[in-house]
């Protein structure tokens, strides 16, 4: 059970002579704190490959705080001539904010690709599209004490961007600046047992935003099982 509280990489016990009441329950923990690198390298089916490396910060300040970086670049796909698609992303999750049932998370995800204007079988204008995405997520462990198993609920703030830079050719009304300002909920069940190297457990997770615009995207659904 102590380590379900995702703080620790193991956990021992052991009995231990009291001069007063005979016995004492020792209890030896070793904390996590893990800085992880990873390179990425990657190639499709169709051979384009994609290069970046992305860096997680687990347990940051020894508050079971996570914190994760990532970059990322590939070629552009069939829908432009050339170009590249280049994305970094900052994560943050900060469970059990200052020893409280609630949970808070923040995205930060940032894109750049080429969109092209053809007409007819010339491309006539080259534009550097560029995406941001935010969002802010607080949600509440129904189960008010003990280990972060059962209900979690909440609700937060999302925001996306496009917008569009001409790089060349001539100037289209075809791409334009677009905002999306909307409220997501969440509503997740887990029954996760954590292991040294592995878990086991039941995951449920369903995530539905609401936006201003059709930019907002619609309910995802994630399962887990042993």
């Not at 941001?132 to 937060?156: D, E, F, K, M």
Request: charged share 20%.
């Amino acid at each position: 059970a102590i380590m379900d509280l995702g703080l620790f990489t193991s956990v021992s016990a052991a009995l231990e002579p009291h001069p007063e009441r005979g016995r004492t329950l020792v209890i030896m923990v070793k904390e996590k704190f893990y800085v992880l690198p990873i390179p990425k390298l990657n190639r499709d089916d169709e051979n384009n490959f994609s290069v970046g490396a992305e860096l997680t910060v687990d347990n940051f300040a020894g508050l079971n705080q996570q914190l994760q970086l990532r970059y990322e670049t590939e070629n552009a796909d069939d829908t432009v001539t050339d170009g590249e698609v280049t994305t970094w992303s900052f994560g943050y999750n900060y469970p059990r904010v200052a020893g409280s049932p609630w949970v808070l998370g923040i995205n930060i995800d940032q894109t750049n690709r080429p969109a092209e204007v053809v007409t007819g079988d010339v491309v006539t204008s080259l534009y550097d599209a560029e995406s941001w995405t935010a969002s802010v997520l607080a949600s509440r462990w129904l189960n008010l004490r003990g280990p972060s198993r059962g209900w979690l609920v909440g609700s937060g703030v999302v925001w996306r961007r496009n917008s569009y830079e001409l790089v060349s050719g001539e100037v289209s009304d075809t791409y334009f600046e677009q905002n999306a300002v909307g409220i997501s909920a969440q509503v997740e069940f887990r029954d996760v047992r954590d292991y040294l190297y592995s878990r086991s457990g039941w995951l449920f997770h369903n995530r539905m935003p609401r936006g201003t615009r059709n930019a907002m995207r619609w309910p995802a659904v994630t399962v887990r099982m042993p």
